[in-house]
């Protein structure tokens, strides 16, 4: 466990001192660290180790929504961008979709790709904590605060609604 939090940190500063992207660097590690972990590992440190990073994912997750509610109440919700949200909702499901639909037409395996999986993936693309957190981190401009106030209704609609409503959808496809 500690092996693996010293490489993520370590890993960390040398991509600040390279200038590249740490979050990717990470990941190459966190994917790298994962292949060769059951060479290095036995299945109970493997189980410990995925609880550890589990526990991590869930704190960092919380501090994440606890920050982005303490946010929220600084956010003026501007009633004036919900029909530009909802446009943009449209748009989102329209390239989901296409983006998704358009490979699986290419696909060996029509059984197991077809427009019903599509219609399911297009409607459980939620969206939440990543796009809010990468929104509120841009520099102060004109148009930061109708970004940061679309992304709102986007997520808002993304968590209240879809997820609400992705166990009926399915149901309702699989008829």
């Not at 949200?85 to 358009?102: N, P």
């Amino acid at each position: 466990m500690f092996i693996s939090l010293a490489l993520v940190m370590l890993n960390s500063q040398i991509a600040s001192l390279l200038h590249v992207s740490g979050p990717l660097a990470i990941i190459i590690i966190g994917l790298l660290f994962g292949t060769k972990s059951q060479a290095i590992m036995n299945e109970t440190t493997m189980d410990y180790h995925g609880k550890f990073w589990e526990l991590v994912d869930d704190f960092l997750n919380t501090l994440l929504f606890v920050l982005i509610g303490l946010q929220m109440v600084l956010l003026p919700f501007l009633f004036k961008y919900i029909g530009i949200g909802a446009l943009a909702i449209l748009v989102l499901f329209t390239c989901r979709y296409i983006s998704l639909r358009l490979p699986m037409l290419f696909m060996k395996d029509k059984q197991l790709f077809n427009y019903r999986t599509s219609i399911i993936m297009t409607w459980g693309g939620l969206r939440g904590g990543l796009s809010i957190a990468l929104t509120l981190s841009l520099p102060e401009s004109s148009f930061k605060e109708i970004i940061v106030c679309i992304t709102f209704i986007i997520v808002i609609f993304s968590v209240l609604v879809q997820g609400l409503t992705t166990e009926w959808l399915v149901k309702k496809v699989y008829k």
